[in-house]
C-alpha cells in the first residue's frame, strides 16, 4: 500500500515550544501540534491569570492523551529568553520552536515614551533572540529543527497608532529570512506566519468599532479565528513543509492581495 500521506503532519517524538500559549492563536497551535503527536511546552508571562490558563491548556492536552508543561517567564524582564531556554530544555529537547508572545501598545508616534517603547523591544524582539540563540544551534547540531515567527500584516500594512509594534513584527521577518539562509542547509527551516485580521480578545474592542468595514477589504469576507493559523502552523513545523524556508506565508483571507 502506498504511505499515508498524512503522516509527514505527525509530529511524534518531538518537542515544541510555544511561547505565548496560553490562549488564543498560541493555545490554537500549541493543540494543533500536540494533536499532531508532539509534547508541548506552554509559555506565560508569569501571572497567576496567565499560569491559570497555561495549566488549563497543559490539561487538555493531556486529557487527549498527551504530554504538556507550563513555563512562566516574562519576556520584558532581563535574560527572560535565556531562562526560559534554560528551563525548558532542562525538561526536554526542543525540536521546534514557535514565537508567537508578543505585545502592542497602540498610541500616537509623537507619544511613544522609552518605558513603552523598550517593553515592547524586549517582549517582541529581545527576549525571542535570546530563545533562538539558545535552542537553534542544537536543533542544527541534530539536523532537524522548525522554527515559526508568529508576524502579522502589520510588516507592510502598519497602523499608523502602532508604530513600534509594527516596527519588530517587520524585524522578525528580516530575522526569519536572515536565519533561513544561515540553517537550511543543516536541516531546521525558518518561516514567519503572518495573521490577518483574527479575532481575539486583545483586539476585540478594536473590531468592534473596525470590523465591519475591515471585512468589507478581506476577500473572503469575514475575520480570522485563531483556528484559523493551526493548519498553516502545523504544515511549517513538520517534515510536510521540509522544503519550504525563508517563507512569508499570509493567513489573511486574501487581505495582503486586496
Known amino acids: 500500500m502506498p504511505a499515508d500521506p498524512l503522516d509527514r503532519f505527525r509530529l511524534t517524538n518531538r518537542t515544541a515550544l510555544v511561547t505565548g500559549a496560553r490562549r488564543e492563536i498560541g493555545r490554537a497551535i500549541a493543540l494543533a501540534l500536540a494533536g499532531a503527536g508532539a509534547r508541548l511546552a506552554i509559555h506565560h508571562a508569569g501571572t497567576a491569570e496567565e499560569a491559570a490558563d497555561a495549566e488549563h491548556v497543559v490539561r487538555e492536552i493531556e486529557?487527549?492523551?498527551?504530554?504538556?508543561?507550563?513555563?512562566?517567564?516574562?519576556?520584558?524582564?532581563?535574560?527572560?529568553?535565556?531562562?526560559?531556554?534554560?528551563?525548558?530544555?532542562?525538561?526536554?529537547?526542543?525540536?521546534?520552536?514557535?514565537?508567537?508572545?508578543?505585545?502592542?501598545?497602540?498610541?500616537?508616534?509623537?507619544?511613544?515614551?522609552?518605558?513603552?517603547?523598550?517593553?515592547?523591544?524586549?517582549?517582541?524582539?529581545?527576549?525571542?533572540?535570546?530563545?533562538?540563540?539558545?535552542?537553534?544551534?542544537?536543533?542544527?547540531?541534530?539536523?532537524?529543527?522548525?522554527?515559526?515567527t508568529i508576524g502579522s500584516v502589520q510588516q507592510v500594512r502598519p497602523h499608523p497608532q502602532m508604530l513600534v509594534y509594527a516596527g519588530t513584527k517587520a524585524a522578525q521577518l528580516n530575522w526569519a529570512w536572515n536565519l533561513a539562509r544561515q540553517f537550511g542547509g543543516r536541516g531546521v527551516t525558518v518561516n514567519n506566519l503572518a495573521p490577518g485580521a483574527i479575532l481575539t480578545a486583545r483586539n476585540r474592542a478594536q473590531m468592534a468599532v473596525e470590523g465591519e468595514a475591515l471585512v468589507q477589504r478581506i476577500p473572503t469576507g469575514r475575520l480570522g479565528t485563531p483556528d484559523d493559523l493551526a493548519g498553516a502552523a502545523l504544515l511549517l513545523c513538520s517534515d510536510a513543509g521540509a522544503y519550504i524556508n525563508g517563507v512569508n506565508l499570509y493567513v489573511d483571507g486574501g487581505r495582503a492581495i486586496a
Do not use: K
Not at 521546534?96 to 507619544?111: F, H, K, M, T, W
Open 63 to 148: 486529557a487527549d492523551g498527551g504530554a504538556a508543561r507550563a513555563f512562566g517567564q516574562d519576556f520584558a524582564l532581563d535574560d527572560a529568553g535565556q531562562r526560559l531556554a534554560a528551563a525548558v530544555t532542562a525538561w526536554s529537547t526542543i525540536d521546534i520552536l514557535v514565537l508567537n508572545a508578543s505585545i502592542e501598545l497602540p498610541e500616537s508616534y509623537q507619544a511613544i515614551a522609552r518605558d513603552r517603547f523598550d517593553r515592547q523591544i524586549a517582549v517582541n524582539l529581545r527576549s525571542p533572540l535570546e530563545l533562538l540563540q539558545g535552542l537553534v544551534p542544537a536543533m542544527a547540531a541534530r539536523g532537524w529543527g522548525r522554527v515559526v
